[in-house]
């Protein structure tokens, strides 16, 4: 029966990840096909004098090779021109969906609608989740799609594998993301305070590794952050997903999913 | 056989407001009960508490013999509630929100929806964010009722319906009684408690003042008569037991009537009237002066 909860809130979400789905794929497509025509000689030559702090704030590391036969790599030009921040631009979805999940009901009060049927908090917002876990994995595996088509508009490709586990790796980013965004939302009950509180701390664990990535004495700051383990260059160059990176995302989107469960849980939902 | 409504000193405050006071209330089953009192006196406070939307601060309870907050699913279950303000999801039709529903619940009770929709001249096909906030209302009763639950939780139900629509809920409450159904109405309108609930809860302040017959209350009912006289008369031809003299300035008077009311008629007819009306007096002036905050006066 609370499968009707799912079913209803897909549908209540089509148009939001419809178009999160089109805007990000349609950049992704377009990085893809313009690889040729923009990431000849010149780029390969700005990104070769890019200071070396600035191309580890891009997961490059100094040692990369840059090139392919006689041009810039097809991994390098999609990370530095999508995959590096591509984590960010799922984060950013997993805020402005997570903290909209509960906050947005209390506010407009249709919480109150569902929460008089026979269905427990916990099970109402597992099952909200899980409309973002399934929606954010389509946007994850449209964004990996459309990459491909752009490329292969053009006749080159890529490794898919790589490329899949790549943009698997920042939907886990977006997994850990989302469970604390929830928590916010249920925490608040305001949408406005909750996205403020989650984007705040996206922002924190996106600057951390920024710093940690180009300031080397202050290197273990990194893991403090989730993008810390959100290494796209690495996987797309050798398929490697780090244990560790899965246990702490899968880990923070577990512990932050339970604790928005029993702040559900526990507030009292007022009108 | 556990009442439908068992309250423990049930007691919610927010912060330093005490919202809610050491409630101890009990509905029978099979009671249309009116739970009475002004606007802000604790009436949705304690409807919220009794489905588990809110915690107490102290007290406890139970809803057909189930503990509102360690069985609240078994309560709602059993139980189909309107909320005060009417929040429904805007893009769906009235027709997919009551699936949603009914899956919901597990049950089978859409065409019981529809066959209500239809008494109620509800249109389903339409998005709901194109309803009048009446049919918003309608189709909330709908949605509350449709399950046909044991306990039906209304708080404030009437609320932007039309006056045949009102009938028609009242109607369908007493059959809704008849199949055994317990009605707890929340209200601040006395005439809509006398004209369906057969006891009546009165709440104040927080605090549960009175629980009465409806029958009770009608004898302690106060009614205002505003009267027009042809000439001024003397406030010693109004002094009579059972009437309050509100105002009188000269030609007019405005009385509260308490008293036997063939007995006032009879004495009211020797003055000149020339007309006379009688204003719909608010809660307060009604009957609540019956009662302070103690109980009865």
């Not at chain 1, 099952?127 to 946007?139: K, N, P």
């Not at chain 1, 560790?244 to 899968?250: E, L, Q």
């Not at chain 2, 629980?211 to 009770?216: I, L, S």
Request: proline content about 4%; aromatic content about 8%; glycine content about 8%.
């Amino acid at each position: 029966m609370s499968l009707a909860v799912f079913r209803a809130n897909l549908w209540f979400h089509r148009y939001t990840a419809l178009a999160w789905i089109v805007g990000v794929g349609f950049l992704a497509f377009l990085v893809g096909a313009l690889y040729r025509s923009a990431g000849g000689p010149d780029y390969l030559k700005l990104i070769d004098q890019m200071p070396d702090a600035l191309k580890a704030s891009m997961g490059l590391d100094p040692n990369t090779p840059l090139s392919a036969g006689d041009g810039l790599s097809v991994s390098i030009w999609l990370n530095t021109q999508f995959l590096s921040y591509g984590a960010v631009l799922f984060a950013i979805y997993a805020v402005v969906h997570g903290t909209a999940a509960i906050a947005r009901e209390a506010e407009k009060g249709t919480l109150d609608l569902v929460l008089s049927q026979p269905i427990g908090r916990s099970q109402f917002l597992l099952w909200r989740e899980l409309v973002f876990v399934v929606s954010s994995a389509v946007l994850a595996l449209a964004t990996a799609l459309t990459l491909v088509a752009g490329l292969a508009v053009i006749g080159e490709t890529t490794n898919i594998p790589y490329l899949l586990l790549t943009v698997f790796q920042a939907w886990l980013v977006a997994l850990a993301v989302a469970g604390y965004s929830f928590a916010f939302s249920c925490l608040f009950l305001s949408t406005a305070k909750a996205a403020a509180a989650a984007g705040l701390l996206t922002t924190a664990f996106y600057a951390i590794d920024i710093v940690a990535r180009t300031v080397e004495r202050v290197s273990w700051l990194g893991n403090l952050s989730l993008f810390h383990f959100y290494e796209p260059q690495h996987v797309l160059d050798t398929g490697e997903l780090s244990w560790i990176g899965i246990a702490v995302c899968g880990g923070v989107a577990i512990g932050a999913t339970a604790a928005a469960a029993v702040i559900f849980q526990r507030r009292d939902i007022l009108t | 056989m556990a009442p439908a409504i068992q309250t423990f000193g049930l007691t919610k405050s927010y912060g330093p407001v005490l919202a809610l006071d050491g409630l101890q209330l009990t509905v029978e089953q099979g009671d249309i009960f009116g739970f009475l009192g002004p606007n802000g006196a604790g009436k949705t406070t304690t409807i919220r508490l009794l489905l588990d939307f809110i915690r107490p601060s102290s007290g406890r309870a139970e809803i057909l013999g189930h503990d509102t907050q360690t069985e609240s699913l078994a309560v709602r279950r059993r139980v189909g509630y309107v909320p005060g303000d009417v929040s429904l999801y805007d893009s769906m039709t009235g027709e997919a929100l009551l699936d949603l529903l009914n899956r919901l619940r597990g049950g089978d009770s859409l065409e019981q929806g529809r066959r209500l929709a239809n008494r109620l001249d509800l249109a389903l096909h339409r998005r709901i964010g194109d309803y009048s906030s009446g049919m918003r209302q309608k189709l909330a009763l709908v949605a509350a009722l449709m399950p046909q639950p044991e306990l039906l939780v209304l708080d404030e139900p009437t609320k932007g319906l039309d006056p045949l629509v009102q009938q028609e809920l009242y109607t369908i409450l007493h059959e809704e009684q008849k199949r055994g159904c317990t009605v707890f109405l929340s209200s601040h309108n006395l005439p809509e408690v006398e004209k369906v609930c057969n006891r009546v809860g009165i709440v104040r302040k927080g605090k549960l003042v009175a629980v009465e017959e409806v029958e009770a209350i009608k004898h302690k009912k106060v009614r205002m008569l505003e009267l027009t006289f042809s000439r001024p008369v003397a406030r010693e031809d109004l002094v009579m037991e059972g009437v309050e003299i509100r105002s009188l300035d000269g030609n007019h008077a405005q009385l509260a009537v308490l008293g036997h009311v063939p007995d006032i008629l009879r004495r009211l007819v020797e003055l000149p009237i020339e007309d006379f009306e009688f204003p719909e007096a608010t809660l307060e002036d009604t009957f609540m002066k019956f009662y302070d905050e103690g109980g009865e006066r």
